[in-house]
Nanobody, 120 residues
Framework: QVQLVESGGGLVQSGGSLRLSCAASGFMLRINAMGWYRQAPGKQRELVASISSGGSTNYADSVKGRFTISRDNNKNTLYLQMNNLKPEDTAVYYC??????????????WGKGTLVTVSS
């Protein structure tokens, strides 16, 4: 059974940093593309960053240069390093997996999310 458990969210001041983790079980992380989505209150869920099984990354324009997605295949864990956080980054962040080596949307598995709140 596939499980994705996010952690690392919390309250941080504007300009601060957080690192989100997504611990995966029930599948081999190394052969799947993964991503981070976020959903702010009253807004649609949006893709923040994705990483292919080979390590190729893509980012939303709003987070380029501030966020870094990475994976540790030995630990079966996905990360999102978030620096220079802004109040508009406030959202619930979700880990996502597609059953493909390349990110192509159509998420197959979701985590339950972790809340990030950035105060001004």
């Amino acid at each position: 059974q596939v499980q994705l458990v996010e952690s690392g969210g919390g309250l941080v001041q504007s300009g601060g940093s957080l690192r989100l983790s997504c611990a995966a079980s029930g599948f081999m992380l190394r052969i799947n593309a993964m991503g981070w989505y976020r959903q702010a209150p009253g807004k649609q869920r949006e893709l923040v960053a994705s990483i292919s099984s080979g390590g190729s990354t893509n980012y939303a324009d709003s987070v380029k240069g501030r966020f870094t997605i990475s994976r540790d295949n030995n630990k079966n864990t996905l990360y999102l390093q978030m620096n220079n956080l802004k109040p508009e980054d406030t959202a619930v962040y979700y880990c996502a997996v597609v059953r493909s080596p390349f990110w192509q949307g159509g998420v197959d598995y979701w985590g339950k999310g972790t809340l990030v709140t950035v105060s001004s």
